[in-house]
Each structure stands twice: as C-alpha cells, then as structure tokens.
C-alpha cells in the first residue's frame, strides 16, 4: 500500500469512527473564518498598454491573445503575470511534463495543508473549482469551458453557483505565483486532477495548452446546475455540455467527496462518512440509506434517517428515482473498480471541454505521478 492510501485509510477509518459514534464531527466553525468575499476589480480608465498577452507558446505553437484596451485592473493584473509567462518564452522556456510535474506536486501540498478546515483537506473545494470553471461548456455555441479560466473575472466569480469558490482560487493563486507560466486554465484542472488523486481516487489523464482568457469571454449565469432541481434540468445542463446518463450519473459521484456548506449554497453538510476519499459510497449510501427530508428552514434537502449528518441533494437523489440514472448508480453501487475507471474518463473529458484539440501540447494526455510516487 502506497503512503497516500495508507493515510487516506487512516483518516478514513478516523473520519468513520467519529461520524458514526456523534453527530457533530464535522468542523463548520473554521469554514466560516476562511470564507472571504471576492473582492470586486476597480475599474482600469487606462488604456493599459501590456498588451494582454494571455499566451501560452509550448511544443512549438503559439496562440496569442490581444488587447490594448483591457476591461478591468484584475486582467491588467493576469496580463502583468501573463508577462512573465511571455519572459519565459522568451527565454526559450518550454515547460516539459517534469515542470507540470512540479506544480502537481506543490498543489499536493496545498491539498494537505488544510489544517482546521473542513475534513482536513482543500482536495474537495479545489476539484469544485475545477469542474465550475470547465462545466460552463456548451457544445451548440463551443463557448465556455475550462480554456480561458474566466471565473477569475468579476461576472462569473459572482455567480451564484460559485460562491465559496474563491477560497479555492485564493489558494491557487499562490501556486501561480510560484510557477507563473502556467495558464490558469491548466493550473485549476491540473488542481482538479491533483485532487482526485491525492485523495485516493483514480489516475485522471491530463495535458496543458489552455490560454487565459478575458472577462469578455466570461459565460452568463445559469449553465451550471441547480440542486434543487430534477432529472429533466441534469440532462438539459449535462446534454448541453455533450454527456450522456451514464456520464451524469459518473460524474455525480464526485460527492463522495467534501460537503455543503450553509453559507455558500444556503444547503448543509456532507455526502459520505469519509469526505475526503474517493469512493463509491455515495452510490452505496443512496440505496443503502433510507433518506427523508430534512426538517429545516433552509432549502429542501435530504437527510439519512439512522444518523441524520449525511445529506443528499434532490439532484443526487433523483439518480435513484430516474429508471435510466438508477441503472449506472446501481452498477457503481456494485462496483468500484468500474465507478472508478468511468469517473476518471469522464473527469478527464469535463477538464477538456472548450479546449480546441490543436492548443493542447501532447495529442496524448499525461498521467501525472501522485506526490508520493
Ligand atoms: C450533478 C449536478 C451537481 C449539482 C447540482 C451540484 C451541486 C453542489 C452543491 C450545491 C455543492 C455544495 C457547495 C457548497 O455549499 O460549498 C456541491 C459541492 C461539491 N461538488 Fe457538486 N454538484 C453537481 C455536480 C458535481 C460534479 C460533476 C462534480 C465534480 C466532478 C462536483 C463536485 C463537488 C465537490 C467536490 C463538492 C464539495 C466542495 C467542498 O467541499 O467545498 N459536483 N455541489
């Protein structure tokens, strides 16, 4: 067993004993300390000269971005950063897969330094970062999508949906500063990817060459979806991303993992005993559990009667209901080995949506190492 499944059966094992023995084992207090507003760009009257160059030259093709007449301070900001991405090219700097290597490995780091927050871990909120910024996609207009990271402008950070999501960027941003080549686009997807793995999922295949974007290109609001919502909405906003039920329903499993927090989606609470590891619970507990409405003032949710701390969704628990959802959560409820093997495909095409197939570096995707491999 390697030390990262050691340490996650650890915690896991830690994590069950306490859930099952009292309710109120999970911390909310420190959430509520590390949740910070975005704060909102002031507006740049410059006609700022950096020339915005969002540009990312890697395996020998260029795609620049221009603009004289940057929207806001914040682009003015990525373009002085994109500066130094520009410097390095410059300096003939082509990033190999041991560089990329290098930033999943210090966002390891930043995975396991959470310490007082939440379950322990920034693994879930960084995977949540990463799926917002690539599920925007959609596949009429090629619009949205992980390739232009237009969630660090002020429209789509504001988003509804997004809310709580800047701790998630906050912390990324400090992994930028130290590799400032990195598009954002690659960083917060190579974050998703580091997240599932650290936290003892599946290998997820990635490869870099997004571009970092303008507020311009932001998308409205409203792709994403809505958890108070049913099976018609999930397939309206999952089709238009171009998955399938079987997809859906893969993807959903990703709530193995972290918790809902009341001051972000007005929801509350975690999925599974052990947040902080990739599972197949989530489908398990759905059928194994029987779950009731919760008896609150806040928005409709489901609670599992025995315990009454693990929540579900009308959105997850509509995958029990919905004769075509049931099928595949009743396979992954079976099988884990196949939960995962589908949810690393599935995962690896989210990260990709938006991406034009020539910007990517390797016609291949990576498998990147774990931190302690
Ligand atoms: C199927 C439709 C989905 C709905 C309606 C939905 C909704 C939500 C909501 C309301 C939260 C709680 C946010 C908060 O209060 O902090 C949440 C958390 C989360 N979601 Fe989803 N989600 C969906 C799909 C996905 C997918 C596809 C993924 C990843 C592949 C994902 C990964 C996560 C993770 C990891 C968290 C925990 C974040 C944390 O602990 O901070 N979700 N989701």
Not at 246 to 254: D, H, K, N, P, Y
Not at 350 to 371: D, Y
Request: hydrophobic share 40%.
């Amino acid at each position: 067993m390697s030390l990262a499944a050691l340490r996650n059966t650890l915690r896991r094992s830690a994590l069950n004993t306490s859930a099952r023995a009292a309710r109120p084992v999970f911390r909310q207090g420190a959430v509520r300390r590390l949740t910070t507003e975005t704060p909102t760009p002031k507006k740049s009257n410059n006609n700022l000269l950096y020339g915005g160059i969002g540009a990312a030259v890697i395996g020998g093709v260029a795609f620049y971005v221009y603009t004289s007449n940057s929207d806001t301070a914040k682009e003015a900001g990525t373009a002085v950063r994109s500066g130094a991405q520009v410097a390095k090219v410059a300096a003939n700097f082509v990033p190999t897969k041991e560089d990329y290597q290098k930033v999943y490995n210090r966002i390891a780091e930043v995975i396991d330094s959470a310490e007082g927050y939440d379950d322990g871990s920034y693994g879930p909120v960084i995977l949540r970062l990463a799926w917002h910024s690539s599920g925007t996609y959609d596949k009429e207009t090629k619009t949205g999508g992980s390739n232009y990271a237009t969630m660090r402008f002020e429209p789509e950070a504001a988003h509804g949906a997004n809310a709580g999501l800047n701790v998630a960027r906050d912390l990324m941003e400090k992994v930028k500063q130290e590799f400032p080549w990195i598009s954002y686009g690659d960083l917060w997807t190579l974050g998703g990817v580091a997240a599932v793995q650290e936290m003892a999922g599946p290998k997820v295949p990635w490869r870099p060459g997004r571009i970092d974007g303008f507020a311009a290109q932001a998308t409205p609001d409203g792709r994403l979806p809505d958890a108070s919502q049913g099976s018609d909405h999930l397939r309206n906003i999952f089709y238009r991303m171009g998955f399938n039920d079987q997809e859906i329903v893969a993807l959903s499993g990703a709530h193995a993992l972290g918790r809902c927090h009341h001051n972000r989606s007005g929801f509350d609470g975690p999925w599974t005993f052990s947040p902080t590891t990739v599972t197949n619970d989530y489908y398990k507990l759905l059928f194994d559990e029987k779950w009731v409405w919760k008896k609150w003032s806040g928005p409709k949710q489901l609670e599992d009667k025995k315990t009454q701390s693990l929540m579900m969704l009308p959105t997850d628990y509509v995958l029990t209901q919905d004769k075509s959802f049931k099928k595949w959560a009743k396979a992954y409820a079976a099988d884990q080995d196949l939960f995962f093997k589908d949810f690393s495909a599935v995962v690896a095409r989210l990260f990709e949506l938006g991406v034009p197939t020539a910007q990517f570096t390797t016609s291949e995707p990576w498998i990147m190492a774990n931190a302690d491999e």
